[in-house]
């Protein structure tokens, strides 16, 4: 997602929860110019905004980002079926931990936060 297409979705997702950029810039403590330029694609946001962003939002920074977390496995495992490894029960067994994993780190990130 590139820095436009953040913004879009940042202001998509600020209408779903009816906030106001305003409100987040408040809530946030981010200048809200800065969030209006992150808003238009003009700035990258930083680690921290993604984290505080997605915490006002009530969302993960995977979400924020538009990313699901099953995504990633879901196209290495594609990607091994293409490629005549599907019946391999290691892939199979990697990919599974993968998977579980990924799902693992985003859990104890909704605990944590």
């Given at each position: 997602m590139?820095?436009?297409?953040?913004g879009k979705?940042?202001?998509?997702?600020?209408k779903?929860?009816?906030?106001s950029?305003?409100?987040?810039?408040?809530?946030?403590?981010?200048?809200?110019?800065?969030v209006?330029?992150?808003?238009?694609?003009?700035?990258?946001?930083?680690?921290?905004?993604?984290?505080?962003?997605?915490?006002?939002?009530q969302?993960?920074?995977?979400?924020?980002?538009?990313?699901?977390v099953?995504?990633p496995?879901?196209?290495?495992e594609?990607?091994?079926?293409?490629q005549?490894?599907?019946?391999?029960?290691?892939?199979?067994k990697?990919?599974e931990?993968?998977?579980?994993?990924?799902?693992?780190i985003?859990e104890?990130k909704q605990?944590?936060?």
């Amino acid at each position: 997602m590139d820095r436009k297409q953040f913004g879009k979705h940042l202001t998509a997702l600020l209408k779903e929860k009816g906030a106001s950029n305003r409100k987040l810039a408040d809530s946030c403590r981010i200048p809200y110019s800065t969030v209006v330029s992150i808003e238009y694609g003009h700035s990258d946001v930083t680690q921290s905004q993604l984290e505080t962003i997605a915490d006002f939002l009530q969302v993960t920074p995977l979400q924020l980002l538009g990313l699901h977390v099953s995504e990633p496995a879901i196209t290495i495992e594609a990607r091994f079926r293409v490629q005549g490894y599907e019946t391999d029960p290691e892939v199979n067994k990697a990919l599974e931990f993968a998977s579980n994993f990924l799902t693992h780190i985003e859990e104890l990130k909704q605990l944590g936060g």
